[in-house]
């Protein structure tokens, strides 16, 4: 006799319309998009799709929520090409001087940037260096050199 829990389960598949569909449904309930967490809960009930569904098919959660038209605007970070992330750090750099009145040290953008850096093999120092900004150290450097190259 073979138990239940060894069975091989059939997937559930869904249209990518029943996916918005789910998620705006979601959306309307709880005023928020749900966590990858409540959608493996969900698709172990049997009740909705996996977060990995989401992923698969869109991204991710935030950018099927930008799609099915939830307002979800942190989809627009994503980082899918070496142009997408040098967009972004350069934004970050920007940011961090207007807040910080220096430019941020290769630890600060590591913390922030480390996987995508790693996936498409920029350096922050050299990045530093192309767009005209000093690179800093950690620690009692860190104020030394604020600003970019002149």
């Given at each position: 006799m073979v138990h239940d829990q060894f069975r091989p389960t059939s997937r559930q598949k869904y249209s990518?319309?029943?996916?918005l569909d789910f998620l705006r449904k979601f959306h309307k309930e709880n005023e928020r998009l749900p966590t990858n967490d409540e959608l493996d809960?969900?698709?172990?009930?049997?009740?909705?799709?996996c977060s990995r569904t989401y992923f698969n098919r869109f991204g991710g959660i935030?950018?099927?929520g930008k799609?099915?038209?939830?307002?979800?605007e942190d989809?627009?970070?994503?980082?899918d090409t070496k142009n997408d992330l040098l967009r972004v750090m350069k934004k970050f750099a920007e940011d961090f001087l207007k807040e910080n009145d220096r430019y941020p040290?290769?630890?600060?953008?590591?913390?922030?940037f480390s996987r995508a850096m790693n996936r498409f093999q920029i350096t922050w120092k050299n990045f530093?260096?192309?767009?005209?900004?000093?690179?800093?150290?950690?620690?009692k450097q860190a104020n030394q050199f604020p600003g970019p190259y002149k």
């Open positions: 990518r319309e029943e996916l809960e969900l698709s172990r009930k049997r009740e909705g799709p935030l950018h099927a799609i099915a038209g939830l307002g979800c989809a627009g970070n994503r980082i040290s290769a630890q600060e953008a590591n913390r922030k530093c260096i192309t767009n005209g900004y000093k690179p800093i150290r950690f620690g």
